[in-house]
């Protein structure tokens, strides 16, 4: 397993609550497959354990009762047919291959499938500064500047007429986007159009 070791205070704060509960975990990017002992023990025997990796090896780690599906992330249709397979992801964390293509592609086929209160966390966003993972400073194809983009469409009740932004699924589906080195959380929630309330009688 290789995990920065700041990552394990973000897992803690947003995953606790899903502990001892039935819920599906997938993992994208699973290498020697030493993270998902690791998930096992942290969520419980109730938590459903998937893990994704382009790597034929990786149907081995199936040996240890853990679900393994091979496929490339930056393939739409085995995308599809992931979430024809196991419905409803209560957690989806992206630890795969890194690049914008991935990032990007894995985002808009699976963050649909995350549940109505789920998560979408985005690790080793770092790479969108580098150019040999399709990145750098502020290019506009980096999975950064498109999750910067996603604050706007987040925002998306607030614009004004001539500003572009409407309202979408995302905007509905989104409770907050949450940023930290490297990695990006973005936490789903049922979401209306924002009331203001005003109480009191102004003194002036």
Request: some cysteine; aromatic content about 14%.
């Amino acid at each position: 397993m290789h995990k920065w070791l700041h990552y394990f205070d973000i897992y803690h704060r947003y995953f606790h609550r899903y502990r001892g509960r039935p819920i599906t975990f997938v993992e994208i990017g699973v290498q020697h497959g030493g993270s998902l002992p690791m998930w096992q023990e942290y969520f419980g025997p109730k938590a459903r354990i998937v893990g994704v990796d382009i790597d034929q090896r990786c149907r081995a780690l199936a040996e240890d009762g853990f679900e393994v599906f091979i496929g490339d992330q930056a393939d739409a249709g085995f995308l599809s047919s992931l979430v024809d397979e196991l419905g409803s992801i209560d957690i989806l964390l992206d630890d795969g291959g890194h690049r914008m293509s991935q990032q990007k592609l894995s985002f808009h086929n699976l963050y649909p499938a995350v549940a109505e209160d789920g998560l979408y966390v985005v690790e080793d966003t770092h790479t969108s500064y580098w150019r040999s993972h399709e990145g750098g400073l502020r290019r506009e194809n980096t999975f950064i500047e498109f999750a910067k983009e996603l604050t706007d469409q987040l925002h998306a009740w607030h614009g004004e007429k001539d500003s572009g932004l409407v309202v979408d699924g995302f905007t509905t589906s989104t409770m907050a986007i949450h940023f930290y080195d490297s990695m990006v959380v973005f936490e789903k929630g049922r979401r209306e159009r924002p009331l203001a309330l005003a109480i009191g009688n102004p003194s002036f």
